[in-house]
């Protein structure tokens, strides 16, 4: 993909959380099945990084449920945040502001290398655009990440429902065309709070297994959840070697 399209993609992701945050937030406080599924797996010990953290909701559920290791969470939708920073501290937890299609160790603290037992990304690479991209934020995770630590994430299965298909538009909307963009790249509108754009990547099992495989990532677990028809999301739990 061209790096100026990219940078397109992520302006426009950009410019949507940040003119419809709080309405996205307000649709983001129920915990998914999946979820309570990976949470279900933890110690409750794990030193936590958790990628596209939204308004806190995954850092409310450890607290709720006493989890004693720490958090970081990382956004940069600012409205997101704002709602995140203001939830009771009950454990070691933070939030920072970050976009992610920059993530390294410089971003962070090289310090963190090796550091955390678990880092997640719930609905959060399908924003990702590029395979430079998204390969240079795998690589980053598997650093951040101590032998063994485990990196679970969800993706966004949205052909899989007739109502979101439907909200699939044409990319002259954004200023693109579908040239510019890679395969199964999508253009979605949102209906909450006024009509937004956002940039979707639809990821199979496939291609998840092509990026596990360039960074030496070991497939631990796959499973399909969320939605009424239990198959909206796809999650990956990808183990350090």
Known sequence: MNPDVAARLIEL????????????????????????????SLHGDENILDLGCGNGWFALELAKRSHRGSYLGLDFSLPLLRDAESLPKTFPSSFKEIDLTQLSLNTLDPSFSDNYSLITAFAVLHHIP???????????VHQLLKSGGLFIHSNWQFLNSEKFKSRIQDWSKAGLSSEDVD???????????????????????????????AINWEIFDVFYSDGKTRNLSLYQVWKKL
Request: charged share 25%; no cysteine.
């Open 130 to 140: 590029s395979i430079e991209l998204r390969l240079n934020i795998l690589q980053t």
């Open 183 to 213: 395969s199964n790249d999508y253009l979605l509108d949102w209906r909450a709070g006024g009509e937004g754009l956002r940039y979707v990547h639809h990821y199979d099992e496939n291609e998840l297994s092509k990026l596990a495989k």
């Open 13 to 40: 992701n950009r410019e949507f959380y940040t003119n419809f945050g709080d309405s996205f937030s307000a649709t983001r406080h129920r915990i998914q099945p999946g979820v309570h599924r990976v949470l279900d």
